[in-house]
Protein backbone atom coordinates (compact mmCIF):
# COMPACT_ATOMS: atom_id res chain seq x y z
CA UNK A 1 0.00 0.00 0.00
CA UNK A 2 3.04 2.31 1.00
CA UNK A 3 4.74 1.38 -2.24
CA UNK A 4 1.95 1.92 -4.37
CA UNK A 5 1.35 5.46 -2.92
CA UNK A 6 5.01 6.45 -3.39
CA UNK A 7 4.46 5.54 -7.07
CA UNK A 8 1.75 7.66 -7.70
CA UNK A 9 4.50 10.82 -7.26
CA UNK A 10 1.74 13.26 -5.50
CA UNK A 11 1.42 14.98 -2.27
CA UNK A 12 -1.35 15.55 -0.68
CA UNK A 13 -1.04 18.60 2.09
CA UNK A 14 -1.72 18.01 5.78
CA UNK A 15 -2.23 19.87 8.65
CA UNK A 16 -1.41 18.80 11.69
CA UNK A 17 -3.14 20.27 14.55
CA UNK A 18 -0.64 21.16 17.73
CA UNK A 19 2.25 19.54 16.44
CA UNK A 20 3.68 19.61 20.20
CA UNK A 21 3.87 15.94 20.23
CA UNK A 22 6.60 13.85 19.38
CA UNK A 23 4.99 10.72 17.83
CA UNK A 24 3.11 13.24 15.40
CA UNK A 25 5.75 14.63 14.41
CA UNK A 26 7.61 11.52 13.70
CA UNK A 27 4.90 10.14 11.68
CA UNK A 28 4.83 13.37 9.46
CA UNK A 29 8.06 13.55 9.21
CA UNK A 30 8.40 9.68 7.86
CA UNK A 31 5.30 10.63 5.56
CA UNK A 32 7.91 13.37 4.26
CA UNK A 33 10.75 11.04 3.79
CA UNK A 34 8.03 8.68 1.63
CA UNK A 35 7.30 12.14 -0.07
CA UNK A 36 3.53 11.55 -0.35
CA UNK A 37 2.86 14.69 1.82
CA UNK A 38 3.50 18.17 2.13
CA UNK A 39 3.10 19.27 5.92
CA UNK A 40 1.51 22.47 7.44
CA UNK A 41 1.92 22.73 10.89
CA UNK A 42 -0.88 24.86 12.80
CA UNK A 43 -0.17 25.54 16.07
CA UNK A 44 2.72 24.20 18.39
CA UNK A 45 5.20 26.31 15.65
CA UNK A 46 8.13 27.16 17.45
CA UNK A 47 9.10 23.51 18.90
CA UNK A 48 8.69 22.54 15.32
CA UNK A 49 11.15 25.11 13.74
CA UNK A 50 13.76 24.62 16.67
CA UNK A 51 13.26 21.13 15.17
CA UNK A 52 16.32 20.29 13.26
CA UNK A 53 14.88 17.29 11.19
CA UNK A 54 12.56 19.09 9.56
CA UNK A 55 15.28 21.48 8.10
CA UNK A 56 15.98 19.52 4.65
CA UNK A 57 12.03 18.79 4.08
CA UNK A 58 12.10 23.22 4.27
CA UNK A 59 10.09 23.44 0.63
CA UNK A 60 7.56 20.81 1.81
CA UNK A 61 6.26 22.40 5.09
CA UNK A 62 4.84 25.48 6.39
CA UNK A 63 3.82 26.97 9.95
CA UNK A 64 0.69 28.82 11.16
CA UNK A 65 0.68 30.04 14.84
CA UNK A 66 -1.97 29.88 16.78
CA UNK A 67 -2.34 31.49 20.30
CA UNK A 68 -4.99 27.95 21.83
CA UNK A 69 -5.49 24.54 21.14
CA UNK A 70 -9.00 25.63 19.86
CA UNK A 71 -7.77 28.44 18.07
CA UNK A 72 -5.74 25.73 15.93
CA UNK A 73 -8.33 23.77 15.67
CA UNK A 74 -10.84 26.31 14.47
CA UNK A 75 -7.55 27.31 11.45
CA UNK A 76 -7.36 23.71 10.62
CA UNK A 77 -10.93 23.59 9.82
CA UNK A 78 -11.16 26.39 7.99
CA UNK A 79 -8.54 25.80 5.85
CA UNK A 80 -10.01 22.39 5.44
CA UNK A 81 -13.08 24.11 3.95
CA UNK A 82 -11.32 26.20 1.86
CA UNK A 83 -8.97 23.53 0.11
CA UNK A 84 -5.67 24.72 0.95
CA UNK A 85 -5.42 21.52 3.30
CA UNK A 86 -6.46 17.82 1.74
CA UNK A 87 -5.89 16.10 5.60
CA UNK A 88 -6.54 17.12 9.10
CA UNK A 89 -4.06 15.20 12.00
CA UNK A 90 -4.97 15.48 15.45
CA UNK A 91 -1.70 16.61 17.43
CA UNK A 92 -1.45 17.13 20.94
CA UNK A 93 -5.47 18.27 21.77
CA UNK A 94 -7.99 16.71 23.01
CA UNK A 95 -9.91 14.68 20.58
CA UNK A 96 -13.16 16.43 22.20
CA UNK A 97 -11.40 20.15 20.63
CA UNK A 98 -10.76 18.99 17.56
CA UNK A 99 -14.40 17.18 17.00
CA UNK A 100 -15.71 20.26 18.07
CA UNK A 101 -14.24 22.95 15.55
CA UNK A 102 -15.00 19.53 13.17
CA UNK A 103 -18.79 19.06 13.66
CA UNK A 104 -19.68 23.01 13.55
CA UNK A 105 -22.97 22.86 12.22
CA UNK A 106 -21.83 26.49 10.14
CA UNK A 107 -18.00 26.31 10.04
CA UNK A 108 -17.22 22.82 10.01
CA UNK A 109 -16.62 20.07 7.61
CA UNK A 110 -19.59 17.79 7.64
CA UNK A 111 -20.77 16.94 4.09
CA UNK A 112 -24.51 17.64 3.76
CA UNK A 113 -26.66 14.80 4.51
CA UNK A 114 -23.35 12.85 4.99
CA UNK A 115 -23.01 10.36 7.99
CA UNK A 116 -19.55 10.29 10.04
CA UNK A 117 -17.70 7.62 10.49
CA UNK A 118 -14.68 5.76 11.84
CA UNK A 119 -12.53 3.54 9.14
CA UNK A 120 -9.76 1.55 10.84
CA UNK A 121 -7.33 -1.18 9.27
CA UNK A 122 -5.91 -3.60 10.95
CA UNK A 123 -2.15 -5.62 9.49
CA UNK A 124 -1.35 -8.93 11.63
CA UNK A 125 0.32 -11.63 11.28
CA UNK A 126 -2.24 -13.92 12.12
CA UNK A 127 -4.08 -12.55 8.97
CA UNK A 128 -2.94 -12.84 5.59
CA UNK A 129 -3.89 -9.37 4.31
CA UNK A 130 -4.94 -5.95 5.43
CA UNK A 131 -8.27 -5.98 7.55
CA UNK A 132 -10.60 -2.89 6.88
CA UNK A 133 -12.80 -2.55 9.75
CA UNK A 134 -15.77 0.09 11.32
CA UNK A 135 -16.85 1.61 13.43
CA UNK A 136 -14.77 1.71 16.58
CA UNK A 137 -15.19 4.92 17.62
CA UNK A 138 -18.07 7.72 16.41
CA UNK A 139 -21.66 5.93 15.83
CA UNK A 140 -22.43 4.44 18.46
CA UNK A 141 -25.62 1.95 17.77
CA UNK A 142 -26.09 2.57 13.89
CA UNK A 143 -29.42 3.03 12.73
CA UNK A 144 -30.35 1.40 9.11
CA UNK A 145 -29.31 5.05 7.35
CA UNK A 146 -26.05 4.85 9.34
CA UNK A 147 -25.34 1.51 8.50
CA UNK A 148 -25.97 2.27 4.61
CA UNK A 149 -23.62 4.83 4.99
CA UNK A 150 -20.96 2.80 6.21
CA UNK A 151 -20.58 0.28 4.18
CA UNK A 152 -20.79 2.49 1.37
CA UNK A 153 -17.92 4.26 2.98
CA UNK A 154 -15.84 1.06 3.96
CA UNK A 155 -16.74 -0.38 0.46
CA UNK A 156 -14.93 3.20 -1.42
CA UNK A 157 -12.43 3.18 0.89
CA UNK A 158 -11.50 -0.55 -0.01
CA UNK A 159 -11.85 0.14 -3.06
CA UNK A 160 -9.37 3.09 -3.38
CA UNK A 161 -6.99 1.16 -1.89
CA UNK A 162 -7.14 -0.93 -4.54
CA UNK A 163 -8.96 -3.68 -3.79
CA UNK A 164 -11.18 -4.03 -7.10
CA UNK A 165 -14.12 -6.18 -5.25
CA UNK A 166 -13.76 -6.02 -1.70
CA UNK A 167 -15.59 -8.69 0.41
CA UNK A 168 -17.35 -7.04 3.37
CA UNK A 169 -18.55 -8.97 6.13
CA UNK A 170 -21.65 -7.90 8.22
CA UNK A 171 -20.91 -9.24 11.83
CA UNK A 172 -23.05 -10.18 14.41
CA UNK A 173 -22.92 -13.20 17.18
CA UNK A 174 -25.00 -15.55 15.08
CA UNK A 175 -25.75 -16.00 11.39
CA UNK A 176 -29.17 -16.49 11.75
CA UNK A 177 -31.44 -13.24 11.06
CA UNK A 178 -33.80 -12.90 14.25
CA UNK A 179 -35.50 -9.48 14.27
CA UNK A 180 -37.28 -9.71 17.26
CA UNK A 181 -33.84 -10.93 19.63
CA UNK A 182 -31.64 -9.02 17.15
CA UNK A 183 -33.27 -5.91 14.91
CA UNK A 184 -29.87 -5.40 13.14
CA UNK A 185 -29.57 -8.81 11.17
CA UNK A 186 -32.85 -7.18 9.61
CA UNK A 187 -30.88 -4.29 8.62
CA UNK A 188 -28.13 -6.20 7.26
CA UNK A 189 -30.70 -7.89 4.96
CA UNK A 190 -31.54 -4.56 3.54
CA UNK A 191 -28.07 -3.88 2.82
CA UNK A 192 -27.32 -6.88 1.24
CA UNK A 193 -29.87 -6.54 -0.70
CA UNK A 194 -28.70 -3.07 -1.93
CA UNK A 195 -25.43 -4.57 -2.36
CA UNK A 196 -27.05 -7.14 -4.86
CA UNK A 197 -28.21 -4.22 -6.70
CA UNK A 198 -25.12 -2.39 -6.86
CA UNK A 199 -25.92 0.27 -4.56
CA UNK A 200 -22.47 0.32 -3.77
CA UNK A 201 -20.86 -0.19 -6.61
CA UNK A 202 -18.69 -3.76 -7.40
CA UNK A 203 -18.42 -5.90 -4.05
CA UNK A 204 -19.76 -9.15 -2.36
CA UNK A 205 -21.42 -8.00 1.09
CA UNK A 206 -22.52 -10.63 3.16
CA UNK A 207 -23.93 -11.35 6.49
CA UNK A 208 -24.91 -11.59 9.54
CA UNK A 209 -21.49 -14.18 10.53
CA UNK A 210 -18.97 -13.48 13.02
CA UNK A 211 -15.39 -12.25 13.25
CA UNK A 212 -14.47 -16.10 13.15
CA UNK A 213 -16.34 -17.48 10.11
CA UNK A 214 -15.53 -13.71 7.63
CA UNK A 215 -11.96 -14.40 8.89
CA UNK A 216 -11.44 -18.33 8.08
CA UNK A 217 -12.56 -20.68 5.21
CA UNK A 218 -11.99 -23.30 7.85
CA UNK A 219 -14.41 -22.00 10.61
CA UNK A 220 -17.06 -21.18 7.77
CA UNK A 221 -16.58 -24.93 6.62
CA UNK A 222 -17.17 -26.23 9.91
CA UNK A 223 -20.16 -23.78 10.83
CA UNK A 224 -21.89 -25.11 7.42
CA UNK A 225 -21.90 -21.33 6.09
CA UNK A 226 -22.09 -20.68 2.62
CA UNK A 227 -21.16 -17.51 1.44
CA UNK A 228 -19.15 -15.65 -1.09
CA UNK A 229 -16.96 -14.44 1.75
CA UNK A 230 -15.48 -17.57 2.03
CA UNK A 231 -13.37 -16.77 5.47
CA UNK A 232 -11.66 -14.17 3.14
CA UNK A 233 -12.97 -10.91 4.39
CA UNK A 234 -11.21 -7.65 3.22
CA UNK A 235 -13.49 -5.40 5.76
CA UNK A 236 -15.74 -6.03 8.95
CA UNK A 237 -18.74 -4.05 9.41
CA UNK A 238 -19.42 -4.32 13.26
CA UNK A 239 -22.29 -4.44 14.62
CA UNK A 240 -22.01 -1.62 17.18
CA UNK A 241 -19.27 0.10 19.10
CA UNK A 242 -18.97 -1.74 21.91
CA UNK A 243 -18.06 -4.63 19.42
CA UNK A 244 -15.90 -2.31 17.08
CA UNK A 245 -13.87 -1.11 20.05
CA UNK A 246 -13.50 -4.25 21.89
CA UNK A 247 -12.34 -5.72 17.93
CA UNK A 248 -9.60 -3.02 17.94
CA UNK A 249 -8.41 -2.84 21.10
CA UNK A 250 -8.40 -6.52 21.50
CA UNK A 251 -6.12 -6.67 18.09
CA UNK A 252 -3.45 -4.39 19.02
CA UNK A 253 -3.39 -5.86 22.37
CA UNK A 254 -3.50 -9.68 21.61
CA UNK A 255 -2.77 -10.13 18.03
CA UNK A 256 0.19 -7.80 17.71
CA UNK A 257 -1.83 -5.55 15.09
CA UNK A 258 -0.59 -2.27 13.72
CA UNK A 259 -3.38 -0.20 13.07
CA UNK A 260 -4.58 3.05 11.50
CA UNK A 261 -7.63 4.93 11.05
CA UNK A 262 -9.50 7.86 9.64
CA UNK A 263 -12.69 9.73 9.78
CA UNK A 264 -14.31 9.25 6.87
CA UNK A 265 -17.93 11.73 5.88
CA UNK A 266 -15.84 14.91 6.23
CA UNK A 267 -14.90 17.04 3.71
CA UNK A 268 -11.54 16.02 4.01
CA UNK A 269 -10.17 12.71 5.74
CA UNK A 270 -9.35 13.54 9.68
CA UNK A 271 -6.68 11.27 11.48
CA UNK A 272 -7.66 11.27 15.07
CA UNK A 273 -4.95 8.94 16.38
CA UNK A 274 -6.33 7.93 20.46
CA UNK A 275 -3.67 8.67 23.29
CA UNK A 276 -2.25 5.37 23.55
CA UNK A 277 -0.60 5.40 19.33
CA UNK A 278 2.59 4.90 18.76
CA UNK A 279 4.36 6.90 15.79
CA UNK A 280 3.79 3.82 13.41
CA UNK A 281 -0.07 3.82 13.37
CA UNK A 282 0.13 7.64 13.23
CA UNK A 283 1.95 7.35 9.54
CA UNK A 284 -0.26 4.18 8.70
CA UNK A 285 -2.74 6.50 9.60
CA UNK A 286 -1.64 9.17 7.44
CA UNK A 287 -0.89 6.56 4.40
CA UNK A 288 -4.86 5.26 4.74
CA UNK A 289 -5.55 9.15 4.45
CA UNK A 290 -3.69 10.04 1.47
CA UNK A 291 -5.60 6.99 -0.47
CA UNK A 292 -8.55 8.06 1.02
CA UNK A 293 -7.94 11.52 -1.22
CA UNK A 294 -7.47 9.75 -4.38
CA UNK A 295 -10.91 8.97 -6.34
CA UNK A 296 -12.10 5.42 -7.48
CA UNK A 297 -9.90 4.36 -10.37
CA UNK B 1 -5.39 -25.33 37.27
CA UNK B 2 -5.30 -28.88 35.76
CA UNK B 3 -2.56 -30.02 37.83
CA UNK B 4 -4.32 -28.95 40.91
CA UNK B 5 -7.70 -30.57 39.83
CA UNK B 6 -5.55 -33.50 40.29
CA UNK B 7 -4.64 -33.73 43.31
CA UNK B 8 -7.69 -33.09 44.57
CA UNK B 9 -8.41 -36.53 44.45
CA UNK B 10 -12.36 -36.28 43.58
CA UNK B 11 -14.27 -37.35 40.67
CA UNK B 12 -17.34 -35.25 39.16
CA UNK B 13 -19.43 -37.63 37.30
CA UNK B 14 -20.25 -35.85 33.63
CA UNK B 15 -23.58 -36.94 31.93
CA UNK B 16 -22.05 -36.67 27.91
CA UNK B 17 -25.27 -36.28 25.90
CA UNK B 18 -25.50 -37.95 22.69
CA UNK B 19 -21.48 -39.34 22.62
CA UNK B 20 -21.43 -39.71 18.82
CA UNK B 21 -19.05 -37.08 18.42
CA UNK B 22 -15.37 -37.95 17.96
CA UNK B 23 -13.67 -34.77 19.69
CA UNK B 24 -16.38 -35.04 22.45
CA UNK B 25 -15.40 -38.58 23.25
CA UNK B 26 -11.51 -37.64 22.91
CA UNK B 27 -11.68 -34.38 25.85
CA UNK B 28 -13.73 -36.83 28.16
CA UNK B 29 -11.00 -40.02 27.82
CA UNK B 30 -8.25 -36.74 28.56
CA UNK B 31 -10.34 -36.26 31.34
CA UNK B 32 -10.51 -40.04 32.69
CA UNK B 33 -6.89 -40.42 32.08
CA UNK B 34 -6.61 -37.18 34.45
CA UNK B 35 -8.84 -39.20 36.86
CA UNK B 36 -11.26 -36.18 37.73
CA UNK B 37 -14.26 -37.63 36.05
CA UNK B 38 -16.97 -40.61 35.79
CA UNK B 39 -18.47 -40.57 32.98
CA UNK B 40 -22.20 -41.46 31.87
CA UNK B 41 -22.94 -41.60 28.57
CA UNK B 42 -26.09 -40.59 27.42
CA UNK B 43 -27.00 -41.75 23.72
CA UNK B 44 -24.61 -42.99 21.26
CA UNK B 45 -23.94 -45.87 23.44
CA UNK B 46 -23.12 -48.12 20.63
CA UNK B 47 -20.37 -46.37 19.42
CA UNK B 48 -18.91 -45.68 23.07
CA UNK B 49 -18.96 -49.76 23.76
CA UNK B 50 -17.62 -50.33 20.27
CA UNK B 51 -14.84 -47.92 21.17
CA UNK B 52 -11.35 -49.88 22.28
CA UNK B 53 -10.35 -46.92 24.02
CA UNK B 54 -13.14 -46.85 27.06
CA UNK B 55 -11.99 -50.33 27.25
CA UNK B 56 -9.53 -49.28 30.86
CA UNK B 57 -11.43 -46.99 32.14
CA UNK B 58 -14.46 -49.69 32.67
CA UNK B 59 -14.94 -48.89 36.09
CA UNK B 60 -15.01 -45.66 35.40
CA UNK B 61 -17.87 -45.33 33.17
CA UNK B 62 -21.32 -46.04 32.12
CA UNK B 63 -24.04 -45.96 29.39
CA UNK B 64 -27.76 -44.72 29.32
CA UNK B 65 -29.28 -45.36 26.06
CA UNK B 66 -31.55 -43.33 23.77
CA UNK B 67 -34.17 -43.59 21.54
CA UNK B 68 -33.66 -39.92 20.16
CA UNK B 69 -31.42 -37.10 20.64
CA UNK B 70 -34.47 -35.34 22.37
CA UNK B 71 -34.75 -37.99 24.54
CA UNK B 72 -31.37 -37.93 25.72
CA UNK B 73 -31.47 -34.76 26.45
CA UNK B 74 -34.51 -35.27 28.94
CA UNK B 75 -32.78 -38.12 30.01
CA UNK B 76 -29.25 -36.19 30.74
CA UNK B 77 -31.36 -33.10 32.32
CA UNK B 78 -33.22 -35.64 34.99
CA UNK B 79 -30.52 -36.90 35.98
CA UNK B 80 -28.89 -33.55 36.62
CA UNK B 81 -31.66 -32.48 38.21
CA UNK B 82 -31.68 -36.13 40.71
CA UNK B 83 -28.16 -35.25 41.38
CA UNK B 84 -26.89 -38.67 39.69
CA UNK B 85 -24.55 -36.26 37.82
CA UNK B 86 -22.59 -33.77 37.94
CA UNK B 87 -22.06 -31.84 35.06
CA UNK B 88 -24.04 -32.00 31.61
CA UNK B 89 -21.98 -31.77 28.68
CA UNK B 90 -22.91 -31.33 25.09
CA UNK B 91 -22.27 -33.92 22.38
CA UNK B 92 -23.83 -34.50 18.84
CA UNK B 93 -27.00 -32.43 19.61
CA UNK B 94 -28.22 -29.17 18.36
CA UNK B 95 -27.54 -26.19 21.52
CA UNK B 96 -31.24 -25.75 20.87
CA UNK B 97 -32.54 -29.18 21.41
CA UNK B 98 -30.04 -29.53 24.43
CA UNK B 99 -31.13 -25.80 25.81
CA UNK B 100 -34.71 -27.15 25.74
CA UNK B 101 -34.84 -29.29 28.06
CA UNK B 102 -32.45 -27.21 30.04
CA UNK B 103 -34.47 -24.21 29.98
CA UNK B 104 -38.03 -26.18 30.44
CA UNK B 105 -39.71 -24.44 33.24
CA UNK B 106 -41.23 -27.77 34.91
CA UNK B 107 -38.00 -30.63 34.45
CA UNK B 108 -35.22 -28.09 33.49
CA UNK B 109 -31.91 -27.07 35.45
CA UNK B 110 -33.06 -23.44 36.17
CA UNK B 111 -32.35 -22.10 39.96
CA UNK B 112 -35.24 -20.46 41.10
CA UNK B 113 -34.31 -16.63 40.24
CA UNK B 114 -31.36 -17.38 38.95
CA UNK B 115 -29.66 -16.16 35.81
CA UNK B 116 -28.07 -18.26 33.42
CA UNK B 117 -24.90 -17.02 32.01
CA UNK B 118 -22.38 -18.19 29.95
CA UNK B 119 -18.63 -17.88 31.46
CA UNK B 120 -15.73 -18.45 29.36
CA UNK B 121 -11.76 -18.60 30.26
CA UNK B 122 -8.96 -18.08 27.56
CA UNK B 123 -5.41 -18.72 27.56
CA UNK B 124 -3.36 -17.22 24.85
CA UNK B 125 0.83 -16.52 24.70
CA UNK B 126 0.03 -12.75 25.11
CA UNK B 127 -1.09 -12.52 28.68
CA UNK B 128 0.51 -13.46 31.35
CA UNK B 129 -2.26 -15.04 32.44
CA UNK B 130 -5.92 -16.85 32.43
CA UNK B 131 -8.71 -14.47 31.42
CA UNK B 132 -12.35 -15.42 32.49
CA UNK B 133 -15.18 -13.60 30.59
CA UNK B 134 -18.31 -13.45 30.55
CA UNK B 135 -21.08 -13.15 28.22
CA UNK B 136 -20.10 -14.54 24.81
CA UNK B 137 -23.31 -16.52 24.26
CA UNK B 138 -26.07 -16.81 26.80
CA UNK B 139 -27.31 -12.71 27.07
CA UNK B 140 -27.80 -10.44 24.32
CA UNK B 141 -28.45 -7.31 26.21
CA UNK B 142 -28.40 -7.56 30.10
CA UNK B 143 -29.99 -5.44 32.04
CA UNK B 144 -28.90 -4.39 35.71
CA UNK B 145 -29.93 -7.45 37.44
CA UNK B 146 -28.77 -9.77 35.28
CA UNK B 147 -24.85 -7.32 35.15
CA UNK B 148 -25.28 -7.78 38.41
CA UNK B 149 -25.52 -11.56 38.53
CA UNK B 150 -22.78 -11.86 35.71
CA UNK B 151 -20.22 -10.55 38.02
CA UNK B 152 -21.52 -12.65 40.84
CA UNK B 153 -21.15 -15.38 39.12
CA UNK B 154 -17.81 -14.71 37.51
CA UNK B 155 -16.37 -13.87 40.64
CA UNK B 156 -17.83 -17.25 42.12
CA UNK B 157 -15.69 -18.93 39.50
CA UNK B 158 -12.90 -16.95 39.74
CA UNK B 159 -12.49 -17.64 43.51
CA UNK B 160 -13.41 -21.71 42.97
CA UNK B 161 -10.08 -21.99 40.22
CA UNK B 162 -8.07 -20.61 43.02
CA UNK B 163 -8.32 -16.98 42.50
CA UNK B 164 -8.25 -15.61 46.31
CA UNK B 165 -9.34 -12.04 45.19
CA UNK B 166 -10.13 -11.81 41.36
CA UNK B 167 -9.83 -8.14 39.24
CA UNK B 168 -13.05 -7.75 37.23
CA UNK B 169 -13.04 -4.88 34.69
CA UNK B 170 -16.22 -3.82 33.36
CA UNK B 171 -15.46 -3.91 29.97
CA UNK B 172 -16.82 -0.63 27.33
CA UNK B 173 -15.83 1.43 24.83
CA UNK B 174 -15.04 4.54 27.19
CA UNK B 175 -13.73 4.91 30.41
CA UNK B 176 -16.12 7.97 31.26
CA UNK B 177 -19.90 7.37 32.61
CA UNK B 178 -22.53 8.55 30.40
CA UNK B 179 -26.05 7.63 31.07
CA UNK B 180 -27.48 9.57 27.80
CA UNK B 181 -25.84 7.85 25.20
CA UNK B 182 -23.81 4.91 27.46
CA UNK B 183 -26.77 3.47 29.95
CA UNK B 184 -24.97 0.50 30.71
CA UNK B 185 -22.48 2.86 32.39
CA UNK B 186 -24.76 3.41 35.17
CA UNK B 187 -25.44 -0.23 35.86
CA UNK B 188 -21.85 0.02 36.00
CA UNK B 189 -21.22 2.47 38.97
CA UNK B 190 -24.43 0.48 40.60
CA UNK B 191 -22.27 -2.76 40.43
CA UNK B 192 -19.01 -1.00 41.61
CA UNK B 193 -20.96 0.62 44.49
CA UNK B 194 -22.18 -3.58 45.23
CA UNK B 195 -18.81 -4.96 45.25
CA UNK B 196 -17.20 -1.76 47.43
CA UNK B 197 -19.85 -2.83 50.00
CA UNK B 198 -19.17 -6.98 49.94
CA UNK B 199 -21.71 -8.05 47.87
CA UNK B 200 -19.27 -10.02 45.81
CA UNK B 201 -16.85 -11.03 48.53
CA UNK B 202 -13.32 -10.52 48.21
CA UNK B 203 -12.71 -9.10 44.60
CA UNK B 204 -11.84 -5.36 43.08
CA UNK B 205 -14.59 -4.51 40.71
CA UNK B 206 -13.62 -1.89 38.18
CA UNK B 207 -14.82 0.05 34.97
CA UNK B 208 -15.94 1.29 32.70
CA UNK B 209 -12.79 0.29 30.69
CA UNK B 210 -11.35 -0.80 27.49
CA UNK B 211 -9.97 -4.25 26.79
CA UNK B 212 -6.31 -2.92 26.47
CA UNK B 213 -6.74 -0.95 29.81
CA UNK B 214 -8.04 -3.82 31.30
CA UNK B 215 -4.84 -5.79 30.65
CA UNK B 216 -2.01 -3.40 30.26
CA UNK B 217 -0.46 -1.46 32.90
CA UNK B 218 0.93 0.22 29.97
CA UNK B 219 -2.44 1.30 27.93
CA UNK B 220 -3.82 2.42 31.43
CA UNK B 221 -0.78 4.69 32.01
CA UNK B 222 -0.69 6.32 28.93
CA UNK B 223 -4.24 7.25 29.11
CA UNK B 224 -4.14 8.27 33.01
CA UNK B 225 -6.52 6.05 34.07
CA UNK B 226 -6.52 5.26 37.98
CA UNK B 227 -7.75 2.38 38.68
CA UNK B 228 -6.90 -1.39 41.51
CA UNK B 229 -7.21 -3.11 37.83
CA UNK B 230 -3.92 -2.24 36.78
CA UNK B 231 -3.67 -3.67 33.64
CA UNK B 232 -3.93 -7.18 35.49
CA UNK B 233 -7.70 -8.37 34.78
CA UNK B 234 -8.64 -11.63 36.24
CA UNK B 235 -11.97 -11.32 34.27
CA UNK B 236 -13.60 -8.94 31.79
CA UNK B 237 -17.53 -7.99 32.30
CA UNK B 238 -18.56 -7.61 28.65
CA UNK B 239 -21.34 -4.81 27.82
CA UNK B 240 -22.94 -7.11 25.27
CA UNK B 241 -23.31 -10.23 23.56
CA UNK B 242 -21.64 -8.64 20.41
CA UNK B 243 -18.57 -7.58 22.12
CA UNK B 244 -18.26 -10.82 24.00
CA UNK B 245 -18.88 -12.97 21.02
CA UNK B 246 -16.43 -10.14 18.93
CA UNK B 247 -14.07 -11.24 21.30
CA UNK B 248 -14.06 -14.52 21.59
CA UNK B 249 -13.89 -15.40 18.06
CA UNK B 250 -11.39 -12.47 17.65
CA UNK B 251 -8.82 -13.80 20.58
CA UNK B 252 -9.29 -17.99 18.68
CA UNK B 253 -8.80 -16.45 15.29
CA UNK B 254 -6.25 -14.11 15.72
CA UNK B 255 -4.26 -14.44 19.22
CA UNK B 256 -3.92 -18.50 19.40
CA UNK B 257 -5.92 -18.96 22.51
CA UNK B 258 -6.97 -21.97 23.81
CA UNK B 259 -10.56 -21.57 25.68
CA UNK B 260 -13.21 -23.31 27.63
CA UNK B 261 -16.35 -22.15 28.50
CA UNK B 262 -19.29 -23.10 31.02
CA UNK B 263 -23.12 -21.98 31.05
CA UNK B 264 -23.56 -21.29 34.65
CA UNK B 265 -26.62 -20.39 36.77
CA UNK B 266 -27.97 -23.67 36.65
CA UNK B 267 -28.26 -26.74 38.85
CA UNK B 268 -25.06 -28.46 37.07
CA UNK B 269 -22.75 -26.71 35.20
CA UNK B 270 -23.33 -27.18 31.23
CA UNK B 271 -20.45 -27.57 29.00
CA UNK B 272 -21.90 -25.98 25.38
CA UNK B 273 -19.13 -26.59 23.31
CA UNK B 274 -19.59 -24.75 19.59
CA UNK B 275 -19.20 -26.67 16.59
CA UNK B 276 -15.82 -25.28 15.48
CA UNK B 277 -14.51 -25.95 19.04
CA UNK B 278 -11.56 -28.96 18.77
CA UNK B 279 -11.40 -31.62 21.94
CA UNK B 280 -8.51 -30.31 23.44
CA UNK B 281 -11.24 -27.06 24.21
CA UNK B 282 -13.84 -29.03 25.26
CA UNK B 283 -11.59 -30.72 27.42
CA UNK B 284 -10.73 -27.53 28.93
CA UNK B 285 -14.88 -26.60 29.11
CA UNK B 286 -14.74 -30.19 31.35
CA UNK B 287 -11.87 -28.97 33.29
CA UNK B 288 -13.51 -25.63 34.19
CA UNK B 289 -16.92 -27.49 35.14
CA UNK B 290 -15.36 -29.50 37.49
CA UNK B 291 -14.10 -26.23 39.37
CA UNK B 292 -17.31 -24.89 39.26
CA UNK B 293 -18.39 -28.12 41.09
CA UNK B 294 -16.44 -27.04 44.28
CA UNK B 295 -18.07 -24.79 46.76
CA UNK B 296 -15.81 -21.45 47.45
CA UNK B 297 -12.73 -22.65 49.89
Known amino acids: MLARLECRNRRWRIGLVCAEDESSRMAVE ?17 IVLADKRFDRYRSHISVVRAESRDEAACTAVRMAREGTVDILMKGLINTDNLLRAVLNKEHGLLCKGAVMTHVALARMPSYHKMLFFTDSAVIPYPNREQRVEQVRTIVRICRQTGISRPKVALVHCTEKVNGKIFPLTEDYVEVIRMAKEGAFGDCVVDGPMDVKSACSADAMRIKNIKSPINGDADALVMPDIEAGNCFYKTITLFSQADTAGVLAGTKVPVVLPSRGDDAMSKFFSLALAAWCCYGEE
Chains 1, 2 share one sequence.
Open 30 to 46: WALQRKFVNVVFIGGTE
